[in-house]
């Protein structure tokens, strides 16, 4: 089977089939080359819906979670984006397929540069990588429209909430239950969030001054 085939039946099987509906998520999903962002050696892995390490103790999400968060996110066309853990950049990809620009951030230097070497190979030149403490978030480029935070902290650290704009989503797995962590969506009004909680996941530790002070 063809990469493009295998990336096919990915959006079909895993994504459509399991509910997410935004025709543009999928479309954004049917043209990132997950493959190009995953370790020579799990290439054939690329269009399983698992995780996939990456280095560092990180891992690249699931197709099915990166879909699902940006659907959640319901980023539009003219959107600047947030992401909080740049990884190996594939959500990165997926979401500058959505929005106008992307912010991301990673807390490992040698990550970040791999991400962003990848991602200026691959064609996504609206995103651009920073290195530093995600929970702190990125003041000088704020407002954001929406914020897609990829690791699960004890709540959504307040610096994140207060970069969103008015109307804007953040998407964060938060652990409300050591163990249990949830998929949680806060939309800004004014100065009231109004918060969902939308999944049961399983994400690595959020590690900062707004987040853990170390691995769980």
């Given at each position: 089977m063809t990469t493009e085939s295998k990336r096919g039946r990915m959006v079909d099987h895993d994504l459509r089939d399991r509910g997410v509906r935004d025709?543009?998520?999928?479309?954004?999903?049917?043209?990132?080359?997950r493959e190009e962002f995953v370790p020579q050696h799990s290439r054939d892995s690329a269009y399983d819906d698992n995780p996939l390490p990456i280095g560092d103790g990180q891992t690249i999400?699931?197709?099915?979670?990166?879909?699902?968060?940006?659907?959640?996110?319901?980023?539009?066309?003219?959107?600047?984006?947030?992401e909080i853990g740049t990884g190996s950049g594939y959500g990165a990809a997926v979401l500058a397929s959505l929005a106008a620009h992307v912010h991301t951030i990673e807390r490992h230097a040698t990550l970040a540069a791999r991400a962003a070497e990848t991602l200026e190979r691959?064609?996504?030149?609206?995103?651009?990588v920073h290195v530093g403490d995600g929970t702190v978030g990125?003041?000088?480029?704020?407002?954001?429209?929406?914020?897609?935070v990829t690791a699960s902290g004890p709540e959504i650290p307040s610096?994140?909430?207060?970069?969103?704009?008015?109307?804007?989503?953040?998407?964060?797995?938060?652990?409300?239950?050591?163990g249990h962590q949830q998929l949680m969506r806060a939309t800004r009004s004014g100065d009231d969030f109004a918060e969902e909680s939308l999944l049961g996941v399983v994400f690595v530790p959020l590690?900062?001054?707004?987040?853990y002070q170390h691995g769980r």
């Amino acid at each position: 089977m063809t990469t493009e085939s295998k990336r096919g039946r990915m959006v079909d099987h895993d994504l459509r089939d399991r509910g997410v509906r935004d025709e543009r998520v999928l479309a954004a999903m049917a043209r990132v080359p997950r493959e190009e962002f995953v370790p020579q050696h799990s290439r054939d892995s690329a269009y399983d819906d698992n995780p996939l390490p990456i280095g560092d103790g990180q891992t690249i999400s699931q197709p099915y979670i990166v879909a699902f968060m940006a659907e959640a996110a319901r980023i539009t066309p003219g959107d600047t984006v947030l992401e909080i853990g740049t990884g190996s950049g594939y959500g990165a990809a997926v979401l500058a397929s959505l929005a106008a620009h992307v912010h991301t951030i990673e807390r490992h230097a040698t990550l970040a540069a791999r991400a962003a070497e990848t991602l200026e190979r691959v064609g996504f030149d609206t995103v651009q990588v920073h290195v530093g403490d995600g929970t702190v978030g990125l003041a000088d480029e704020a407002p954001f429209d929406a914020i897609v935070v990829t690791a699960s902290g004890p709540e959504i650290p307040s610096p994140l909430l207060e970069q969103l704009a008015d109307g804007g989503r953040i998407v964060m797995p938060v652990e409300r239950r050591r163990g249990h962590q949830q998929l949680m969506r806060a939309t800004r009004s004014g100065d009231d969030f109004a918060e969902e909680s939308l999944l049961g996941v399983v994400f690595v530790p959020l590690i900062g001054e707004h987040g853990y002070q170390h691995g769980r």
